[in-house]
């Protein structure tokens, strides 16, 4: 008889977990189909409007319409549209899997001080002419901010490994950065002249306006590396949700696993950043929508991170440019607005859970 009960459970247990897994694919399935329209909107909108027809049409035909509107979609409009996502999707994967070695909820590249350390970076460029990276006085802005946000992650990752320090004081230590970082920055305003203040207000501001095909590229393929080298861990990975000692207790190398992910993380935070400047909160609210609509297994955590994390800046750039008709506001203004609010929710959410 229990043989018989356990012959028919197993197969209903399969039916449970396909019905499942094929209500995930439907949900990533419909994340693809709104950024997709999301990046229409986006490529539409602007000082002068076109529909979506337009858009698709000069997309799909470029050489079927106006010269004008071929120009403005494909040299202006596509590589700012097609930046969001980039950025977006590799910033979200950072904190996805930031938030997964460290087990906290708050981790991401904003709040451990790699963004900070950034744009720190990028104002020693714009205040001093300071280039840490001799040579390359082209691109020394975004050179710098990618130095210092790899000093800032590598700092979080060798102090990580050190003896007797726990997943709490990482992050304790990733908001000493933010303040070390932020301090070394206002001193440089307070000394920089009228111009160079400009420069730095508005790049520590965020904005995707002065992105060009070669950033997407760089971006892009930088994250199409990446991804896959965590979705090769994907088993390890949510198996670490459940704890070092479960983890280890399953064959999961956790101190290599954590070293790995924590390089990897270190590159895909970075170099974002370093090209659009501070954007605040999308490591940090991306990660945690995708983990509301498909839940920890990262075969469909990871890439509802990347969707979620593509979306979420995608439709901030679209509003970005509906607040005020005829100006864009600098992306990063707008995704602090969103992403403060929900910051303050996991904040008393964890605190309600202490209790």
Request: glycine share 8%; hydrophobic share 60%; aromatic share 8%.
């Amino acid at each position: 008889m229990a043989e018989a009960t356990q012959t028919l459970a197993a197969p209903a247990g399969r039916v449970r977990y396909r019905a499942l897994a094929t209500r995930k694919i439907l949900i990533l399935t419909g994340l693809v189909g709104a950024l997709c329209l999301s990046v229409a909107a986006d490529m539409a909108l602007g000082p002068a409007r076109y529909s979506l027809t337009q858009v698709i049409s000069a997309i799909f035909g470029p050489d079927e319409v106006a010269n004008q509107l071929r120009v403005v979609i494909w040299d202006i409009r596509m590589p700012i549209a097609l930046m969001a996502i980039t950025v977006g999707a590799s910033l979200s994967v950072a904190g996805a899997q930031m938030q997964t070695i460290l087990s906290n909820p708050l981790a991401s590249p904003f709040t451990l001080g790699i963004s900070a350390a950034a744009s720190f970076g990028a104002a020693l460029a714009l205040v001093g002419g300071v280039s840490l990276f001799p040579g390359a006085i082209e691109y020394v802005v975004p050179l710098n901010a990618f130095i210092m946000a790899m000093v800032a992650a590598l700092f979080i990752h060798f102090a990580s490994t050190m003896r007797g320090v726990s997943v709490e004081t990482i992050v304790l230590l990733g908001i000493a950065l933010v303040f070390t970082f932020n301090a070394a920055l206002s001193l440089l305003e307070y000394l920089a002249s009228e111009q160079a203040l400009a420069a730095v207000v508005f790049w520590t501001m965020g904005s995707l306006t002065k992105a060009t095909w070669a950033k997407v590229y760089f971006t892009g393929a930088v994250l199409l590396v990446t991804v896959p080298l965590f979705m090769k861990d994907a088993w390890a990975l949510t198996a670490l949700r459940l704890g070092d000692d479960k983890a280890a207790s399953m064959g999961v190398n956790v101190r290599r696993l954590r070293l790995q992910t924590m390089m990897i993380v270190s590159l895909l935070a970075a170099i974002p950043v370093s090209f659009v400047g501070t954007i605040g909160f999308v490591g940090l609210v991306g990660p945690h929508i995708a983990r509301m609509l498909v839940g920890e297994d990262q075969r469909f955590f990871l890439p509802g991170a990347v969707i979620c994390g593509a979306l979420l800046l995608s439709t901030t750039s679209v509003v970005s440019k509906m607040l005020i008709p005829g100006a864009i506001l600098p992306i990063g203004v707008i995704t602090a607005l969103v992403g403060v609010p929900f910051f303050f929710v996991l904040i008393f959410s964890n605190r309600r859970r202490a209790w």
